[in-house]
């Protein structure tokens, strides 16, 4: 059905123009440098490239794309642009939420999340569209990026979030989220992937559930798992960051020790969470001087959301945000 509004074709390629470059820039310019303050970006992961001398930043840009911001003192961040466009038959269309940041081999990797359009996916909470992550690949940390493949590298028939890297014994594992949505009760994943990052390996093994934490919100059908990502400590300790609701309503950062110092050991949790400030999705990276820090959005329940870093210590199994 044709609809008449009496406006030009000019006139709506014009618009269309305008409101697509507003949407690609939200306001920002590329070239231009903004405070750490001033940014609204969740799941902020920061990437220090040894090769450039920069820290990398990539975010959701209005859920058609990636962005993506670099900086020298992690305070200044200079706007470049888009990183990820993707092509009119890319299986995501919504989402484009928590991006990873790595390099391997020369080449520079993002795995970001994303959901299809069509919900077809039957949950004990409605009925859903397939969420799942996917790999980019890139030449350079600010892009273009490409996908890896046109499909998720979770599993199809899984709602999964947040995937991510780790790298024990020569294999390589991508970690993730199984999603309350599906499960109730979320749960955190371990699969091996294959070194190019182009299909898994062997089964999902399940790490632990969100009502491991002692402090988490307890609710027979909604209990998040978000962010898991897993470093070393310098002395010797194998620790996970995580995120989920606590019982006094707020956004959270977990932290879980591995019992033997290895994925698939037992995963204690810690008593309490490391923040009381609405803040999570967390990761920890080492500056270019050698210092251990935290990133993470705050506050999660209100606007606008800032990427927050701060100082990160482990010692003798307990962490502690500075």
């Given at each position: 059905?044709?609809?008449k509004?009496?406006?030009?074709?000019?006139?709506l390629?014009?618009?269309?123009?305008l409101?697509?470059?507003?949407?690609?820039c939200?306001?920002?310019?590329?070239?231009?440098?903004?405070?750490?303050?001033e940014?609204?970006?969740r799941?902020?992961f920061?990437f220090?490239?040894?090769k450039?001398?920069?820290?990398?930043?990539?975010?959701?840009?209005?859920?058609?794309?990636?962005?993506v911001?670099?900086?020298?003192?992690?305070?200044?961040?200079?706007?470049?642009?888009?990183?990820?466009?993707?092509?009119?038959?890319?299986?995501?269309?919504a989402?484009?939420?928590?991006?990873?940041?790595?390099?391997?081999?020369?080449?520079?990797?993002?795995?970001?999340?994303?959901?299809?359009?069509?919900k077809?996916?039957?949950?004990?909470?409605?009925t859903h569209?397939?969420?799942g992550?996917?790999?980019?690949v890139?030449?350079?940390?600010?892009?273009?990026?490409?996908?890896?493949?046109?499909?998720p590298?979770?599993?199809e028939?899984?709602?999964?979030?947040?995937?991510?890297?780790?790298?024990?014994?020569?294999?390589?594992?991508?970690?993730?989220?199984h999603e309350?949505?599906?499960?109730?009760?979320?749960?955190?994943?371990?699969?091996e992937?294959s070194?190019?990052?182009?299909?898994?390996?062997?089964?999902?093994?399940?790490?632990?559930?969100?009502?491991?934490?002692?402090?988490?919100?307890?609710?027979?059908k909604?209990?998040?798992?978000?962010?898991?990502?897993?470093n070393?400590?310098?002395?010797?300790?194998?620790?996970?960051?995580?995120s989920?609701?606590g019982?006094?309503?707020?956004?959270?950062?977990?932290?879980?020790?591995?019992?033997?110092?290895?994925?698939?050991?037992?995963?204690?949790?810690?008593?309490?969470?490391?923040?009381?400030d609405?803040?999570?999705?967390?990761m920890?990276?080492?500056?270019?001087?050698?210092?251990?820090?935290?990133?993470?959005?705050?506050?999660?329940?209100?606007?606008?959301?800032?990427?927050?870093?701060?100082?990160?210590?482990?010692?003798?199994?307990k962490?502690?945000?500075?």
């Amino acid at each position: 059905m044709q609809i008449k509004t009496g406006i030009s074709t000019a006139a709506l390629a014009l618009s269309f123009a305008l409101f697509s470059a507003a949407a690609l820039c939200a306001g920002e310019e590329a070239g231009k440098s903004y405070k750490r303050s001033e940014m609204r970006v969740r799941d902020p992961f920061v990437f220090a490239d040894k090769k450039t001398n920069f820290y990398y930043m990539h975010a959701n840009d209005n859920s058609q794309g990636l962005k993506v911001y670099r900086s020298k003192d992690l305070e200044n961040w200079e706007f470049l642009g888009r990183s990820f466009t993707p092509d009119s038959d890319f299986w995501g269309k919504a989402d484009f939420w928590a991006p990873d940041m790595f390099e391997r081999d020369g080449k520079y990797y993002v795995i970001a999340t994303f959901s299809r359009k069509e919900k077809n996916i039957r949950t004990p909470n409605g009925t859903h569209a397939l969420r799942g992550s996917s790999v980019l690949v890139s030449d350079r940390p600010e892009g273009p990026y490409k996908p890896l493949a046109n499909a998720p590298i979770t599993p199809e028939n899984w709602m999964c979030l947040d995937a991510t890297l780790f790298e024990e014994d020569g294999k390589l594992y991508i970690l993730y989220c199984h999603e309350w949505i599906q499960v109730c009760d979320g749960e955190i994943i371990a699969q091996e992937i294959s070194k190019d990052l182009k299909k898994t390996i062997g089964e999902p093994r399940l790490l632990f559930k969100a009502s491991a934490a002692p402090w988490g919100k307890k609710n027979q059908k909604s209990m998040v798992t978000d962010a898991p990502v897993i470093n070393r400590a310098e002395d010797g300790t194998l620790y996970m960051t995580w995120s989920t609701f606590g019982s006094d309503g707020k956004y959270h950062i977990g932290f879980a020790v591995s019992s033997n110092g290895k994925l698939f050991g037992e995963w204690k949790q810690s008593e309490h969470p490391l923040n009381n400030d609405d803040g999570g999705h967390a990761m920890v990276f080492k500056t270019f001087d050698g210092k251990t820090k935290i990133s993470y959005h705050a506050p999660n329940s209100k606007y606008p959301e800032r990427p927050t870093i701060k100082d990160f210590s482990v010692r003798g199994g307990k962490a502690t945000i500075e």
